[in-house]
C-alpha cells in the first residue's frame, strides 16, 4: 500500500490516525503492516505523538507518515487520546476514515477487502469480524515479564474464539430479526452492525464527520460510543469475514502463573475487594494510556 503525504482533499482513498507514545518496540511492526498490504490503494497515516521520550517520532518520519507532536501549551496542557483522534480528523484528507493504535497491525488483505465495499459497492461502514491478539503473530514483543502459561494458551485458542460477533451473538441475531420483519424482505445477517473496538472500525469521512467523532475520554468505552455514534448516519453496513485485525494484549499480560488463581477465586477476591477495599494490582501499567480522563 502507498503512503503519502497531500494537502488534497480525497486524494487518499484511506486516512489512518494513530495517537502514539514510545511506541518503538511495536511500530516497526506496525509500519512494515501497512506497507505491504496487498492493495493499490493510497493511504495517508497521520501519527500524533504524545511527546514520546524514545524514537517513536523518528521512526513514524522515516516512513513516510505525516507526523505531529502533541505539543504542551502555555497553559500546561496537552490534547487527551480522544482529542488527538479528532485533531487527526481534522488534518486528514481521505474518502475514508480509520482509527488504530500503534500496537496494531493486520492480515496482508485486510484494507483491500476493507475499503472495496465502501469505494466499490456502495457501502458506508465495513467492519472485522476475526480479531486476534498481536502476540500471537508477533511473539518477539511479549512483555519484559510474562506467564508462559497464559502465552501458550493464547497461541493455542481456536480462531473461533476470537471472532467479534459471538460475543454479543443474541442481541445481534435478535437486531437481524427486528431489521427483517420491519423492512418485510430478506438481509444478510451480516449488514447487521455491533459495536467493535475503533480499530475494528472502518468508515466513509462524511459520517465519521457526521458522527461528531471521539466524544468520551479514553478507558470510558470511548470506541464503543464512536462506533455506534457512526451507525446513526450510516444506511448500509458490512462485516468482513476474510481479514483479521491483531492488536496488542500487553496491558492485559500477567506476569507470572498466579493469574490462573486470580481466575479461580477471582469472585471471591472481587468480594473481598467490596469489603476490605482491597486493590488488587493490574496488569494495564507497563505502557500506555492509563488513566480514565485519557491522560498520563
Given at each position: 500500500?502507498?503512503?503519502?503525504?497531500?494537502?488534497?482533499?480525497?486524494?487518499?482513498?484511506?486516512?489512518?490516525?494513530?495517537?502514539?507514545?514510545?511506541?518503538?518496540?511495536?511500530?516497526?511492526?506496525?509500519?512494515?503492516?501497512?506497507?505491504?498490504?496487498?492493495?493499490?490503494?493510497?493511504?495517508?497515516?497521520?501519527?500524533?505523538?504524545?511527546?514520546?521520550?524514545?524514537?517513536?517520532?523518528?521512526?513514524?518520519?522515516?516512513?513516510?507518515?505525516?507526523?505531529?507532536?502533541?505539543?504542551?501549551?502555555?497553559?500546561?496542557?496537552?490534547?487527551?487520546?480522544?482529542?488527538?483522534?479528532?485533531?487527526?480528523?481534522?488534518?486528514?484528507?481521505?474518502?475514508?476514515?480509520?482509527?488504530?493504535?500503534?500496537?496494531?497491525?493486520?492480515?496482508?488483505?485486510?484494507?483491500?477487502?476493507?475499503?472495496?465495499?465502501?469505494?466499490?459497492?456502495?457501502?458506508?461502514?465495513?467492519?472485522?469480524?476475526?480479531?486476534?491478539?498481536?502476540?500471537?503473530?508477533?511473539?518477539?514483543?511479549?512483555?519484559?515479564?510474562?506467564?508462559?502459561?497464559?502465552?501458550?494458551?493464547?497461541?493455542?485458542?481456536?480462531?473461533?474464539?476470537?471472532?467479534?460477533?459471538?460475543?454479543?451473538?443474541?442481541?445481534?441475531?435478535?437486531?437481524?430479526?427486528?431489521?427483517?420483519?420491519?423492512?418485510?424482505?430478506?438481509?444478510?445477517?451480516?449488514?447487521?452492525?455491533?459495536?467493535?473496538?475503533?480499530?475494528?472500525?472502518?468508515?466513509?469521512?462524511?459520517?465519521?464527520?457526521?458522527?461528531?467523532?471521539?466524544?468520551?475520554?479514553?478507558?470510558?468505552?470511548?470506541?464503543?460510543?464512536?462506533?455506534?455514534?457512526?451507525?446513526?448516519?450510516?444506511?448500509?453496513?458490512?462485516?468482513i469475514t476474510n481479514v483479521t485485525l491483531f492488536y496488542s494484549i500487553r496491558r492485559h499480560?500477567?506476569?507470572?502463573?498466579?493469574?490462573?488463581?486470580?481466575?479461580?477465586?477471582?469472585?471471591?477476591?472481587?468480594?473481598?475487594?467490596?469489603?476490605?477495599?482491597?486493590?488488587?494490582?493490574?496488569?494495564?501499567?507497563?505502557?500506555?494510556?492509563?488513566?480514565?480522563?485519557?491522560?498520563?
Amino acid at each position: 500500500m502507498e503512503i503519502i503525504k497531500t494537502d488534497k482533499m480525497f486524494e487518499p482513498d484511506i486516512s489512518i490516525i494513530i495517537p502514539v507514545y514510545n511506541e518503538e518496540k511495536y511500530l516497526p511492526y506496525v509500519i512494515e503492516s501497512l506497507k505491504y498490504q496487498k492493495t493499490d490503494y493510497k493511504a495517508e497515516v497521520i501519527l500524533i505523538d504524545d511527546c514520546s521520550t524514545d524514537n517513536t517520532y523518528k521512526i513514524a518520519e522515516e516512513a513516510g507518515f505525516t507526523v505531529y507532536k502533541n505539543i504542551i501549551d502555555t497553559e500546561g496542557k496537552k490534547l487527551t487520546v480522544t482529542e488527538m483522534r479528532n485533531f487527526g480528523v481534522s488534518k486528514s484528507h481521505g474518502k475514508t476514515i480509520y482509527h488504530m493504535d500503534g500496537d496494531t497491525i493486520f492480515s496482508e488483505n485486510f484494507f483491500q477487502n476493507m475499503l472495496d465495499p465502501i469505494l466499490k459497492e456502495g457501502f458506508d461502514i465495513t467492519l472485522v469480524f476475526k480479531h486476534k491478539p498481536f502476540e500471537t503473530k508477533i511473539k518477539k514483543v511479549f512483555p519484559s515479564k510474562y506467564s508462559k502459561s497464559f502465552a501458550f494458551i493464547i497461541n493455542n485458542l481456536p480462531s473461533i474464539l476470537f471472532l467479534k460477533i459471538p460475543v454479543r451473538f443474541f442481541i445481534w441475531i435478535s437486531n437481524w430479526l427486528k431489521k427483517m420483519l420491519k423492512e418485510k424482505k430478506y438481509i444478510s445477517i451480516f449488514e447487521i452492525p455491533d459495536r467493535v473496538n475503533g480499530s475494528a472500525l472502518l468508515v466513509k469521512r462524511d459520517i465519521a464527520i457526521n458522527s461528531g467523532g471521539w466524544k468520551k475520554p479514553f478507558g470510558s468505552h470511548a470506541d464503543t460510543d464512536y462506533c455506534l455514534n457512526c451507525f446513526k448516519f450510516a444506511k448500509k453496513v458490512k462485516w468482513i469475514t476474510n481479514v483479521t485485525l491483531f492488536y496488542s494484549i500487553r496491558r492485559h499480560f500477567p506476569e507470572n502463573d498466579l493469574w490462573i488463581f486470580e481466575k479461580i477465586f477471582s469472585p471471591f477476591i472481587n468480594i473481598l475487594d467490596k469489603i476490605f477495599k482491597i486493590k488488587s494490582k493490574k496488569h494495564r501499567n507497563e505502557k500506555g494510556y492509563i488513566k480514565p480522563e485519557g491522560k498520563r
